[in-house]
């Protein structure tokens, strides 16, 4: 990590914050606790699936928390921890997502998903929401386009269940902004895509970057999420800095990234870069992790950095939450760097 302030991971230093505006969604996660017939909640997925296997088929859930949910939502709170100006344009109309301390346009109604902890391993099941029906309309009916694309950097997230996202790209395609707008797109899990849309969405991205540098798009996926954009465009998925130049190069975008829990690895038309996880100890929370990657990812973008240190900030973020539960500040990024 260069030691250079100029290049020094996103928002360490107040003087000069950033405008992020994460979108399109939001939900209400209401959490659980999963016990058997007796009442004893189970240590682990695996003791589970034992007492499932032993033919066991009553179980018990226990209520334990309600909490705001939504990849832009977790994404535009962590902008915000880090010090950056983060806008959060999603869909916020409940009480749960009503009190942010930063700038939020509501779109409508939020999703519900119910994640159970099973032993510090999280199975979460969504239930549709209003969000699907939701387009470039519903947008520009909260904000208005041009303040849209002045910001320093979107991080756009769940097209999986906001397929109504890439209405958003045509329009970028179409009318590109004035000033550089670096794109961070999170799609959420894309192996539960039928093949056609997924297509549909990557030649929407790779008409939205610009080989020029004024819009720039980056992939950002997990290693299950790699692997089905690796098929989609024939790509072999292994070893994965080369593959992830491959398919870099495939979808005809700035870049592509890839977190995983051993390392983050990134490739874009200049270079390829590797940066290891931070050990943070026994995983406390993994629901949320990527989404708060991807927004240190867009930080640093903002800011015009390395790739080296673009990974090792969003590697930092993940770690902490991973670690803790709870979304870093600067002070949390910089321990885990200076360790």
Request: net charge negative.
């Amino acid at each position: 990590m260069s030691d250079d302030r100029r290049d020094r991971p996103a928002t360490l230093e107040h003087d000069d914050p950033r405008r992020v505006v994460a979108l399109p969604d939001g939900s209400v996660d209401r959490w659980y606790a999963l016990g058997g017939s007796g009442g004893d909640r189970f240590e682990s997925a695996d003791a589970f699936a034992d007492r499932l296997a032993a033919g066991d088929r009553t179980f018990s859930l226990e209520p334990t928390a309600v909490r705001p949910g939504g990849q832009a939502v977790n994404a535009a709170r962590q902008v915000h921890a880090l010090g950056d100006r983060a806008t959060l344009i999603g869909h916020l109309d409940h009480p749960v997502l009503s009190d942010f301390p930063f700038e939020t346009r509501s779109m409508g109604s939020p999703a519900t998903v119910r994640v159970v902890d099973v032993g510090g391993d999280e199975l979460q099941l969504a239930e549709p929401g209003p969000a699907e029906d939701w387009g470039l309309a519903e947008l520009l009916a909260v904000v208005d386009w041009d303040r849209l694309v002045a910001a320093d950097a979107l991080c756009c997230t769940n097209w999986v269940s906001v397929r109504g996202l890439t209405t958003v790209f045509d329009r970028l395609a179409a009318t590109p902004p004035a000033d550089p707008l670096p794109i961070v797109v999170d799609p959420g899990p894309i192996e539960t895509v039928d093949p056609a849309a997924l297509e549909g969405l990557f030649d929407a991205l790779s008409r939205v970057d610009r080989a020029d540098g004024s819009l720039e798009v980056v992939l950002s996926v997990n290693s299950t999420e790699f692997r089905a954009a690796a098929r989609a465009v024939d790509v072999d998925a292994d070893p994965i800095a080369e593959s992830l130049a491959a398919l870099r190069a495939a979808l005809g975008l700035t870049g592509v990234v890839f977190h995983g829990a051993d390392a983050a690895v990134g490739a874009t038309r200049a270079e390829t870069a590797v940066a290891e996880m931070y050990d943070t100890g026994e995983p406390r929370r993994t629901t949320g992790a990527g989404d708060r990657f991807s927004a240190g990812l867009t930080c640093a973008l903002a800011r015009g950095y390395s790739l080296e240190s673009a990974l090792s900030l969003a590697n930092a973020c993940a770690a902490h939450f991973v670690g803790t539960g709870d979304t870093a500040d600067p002070a949390a990024v910089r321990a885990l760097l200076e360790d």
